[in-house]
C-alpha cells in the first residue's frame, strides 16, 4: 500500500474519531454522572448545526463570522439543555432505564419537528471563510484545513473535561457523586445542582459538536439518525462515563473506518459494530469502563 494513500487515511480517520468525540463525550459525560442514557443527544446535535447556521447567517458578510457563529451556537444549545433537565430530566431522576429512555425518545420526536417548524426541510450550507476554505498538504497529500480545526476542537474538549474533572472543585465533587450522590448531599451539596451543571455542560459540547459539523457540509434532517448510532458504538467499546475510553473509542471507531473503507467500503459500518459486539462479549461495560456501570 502506498505511504502517501496510508497517511491520507489517517487523517481522515483522526478528524473522523475527534469529530465522533466532540459528539460522544457529551453523552458519556451525563450517563457517567447522573445515570441518565440521553437518546436525545444526538438531536440535540444536529439542533445546534442549524443554530450555528442561523447565527453565520445573520453575519455571513462579515469575515469572523462563522468563528462566532460556533460558540453563540453552543451557548443556545446550553440555555435549551438547561430547560430540558429542569423541566424534563430531573423527574426521572430515579426512574427506570425504559421511563428515561422512552422521555429521550419523544424528545427527539419534539426536537425535530421544531426544527422542521423553524427551519423548514430544506437542506442548509455554510460557506467556509478563507482561512479554511482550501487544502493543506501533509507529506505532498491534500488534506481538509478546516478537518485541522476539527482536530484542535476535540483536542481542546478533552484537555478541558481533564482540567475540569481532575483540577477543580467542583469537578471533584461531580466525580464524588458519581460514586455516592448520597455521601455528597449528606455533605450539604445540593445533588439537582450538580445534575443540571453535568447536563448543561453535556449539552453545550453537543451543540459545540454540531456547530463545527455544520461547515463540513450540507445541514440535513435526519443526520442525528446515523451519528447517534456511531456514537453509542464510542460509548459502548471505551466505556460509559470514561472521558479516558471515549477518547479512545473515538479514535477506534474513526480509523476502523476510515481504513475499512479501503478494503470493505460496503461493510465499515459493519465492522464497527463487530467490534462493538467483541469489546461487549470481553468486557461488558467497555475497555476503560468499571463494572459498576453494567
Known sequence: MDFSLVIAQFLSGLSRGMMLFLIASGLSLIFGVMNILNFAHAALWLAGAYFCYTFWYLMQGYGFGLWVAIPLAALAMAAIGWVIEVVLIRRVYDRELSEQLLLTYGLILV???LIKLTWGAEDKLITRPPLVASPVFFFGIPFDS???FVILIGVAVAIGLWLFLKKTRYGHIV?????????????????PRIYT???VLGIFIAGLAGAVQAPVGSITLGMDTAVIVQAFCVVVIGGFG???GTFVGSMIVGEVYAFSILFWPQGALALIFIITALVLIARPWGLFGTPMRT
Open 242 to 244: 470514561s472521558l479516558l
Open 146 to 148: 478546516y478537518f485541522i
Open 197 to 199: 451543571g453535568v447536563f
Open 175 to 191: 466525580r464524588a457523586a458519581v460514586f455516592s450522590r448520597e455521601m455528597v448531599g449528606a455533605l450539604g451539596i445540593p445533588i
Open 111 to 113: 426536537i425535530d419537528d
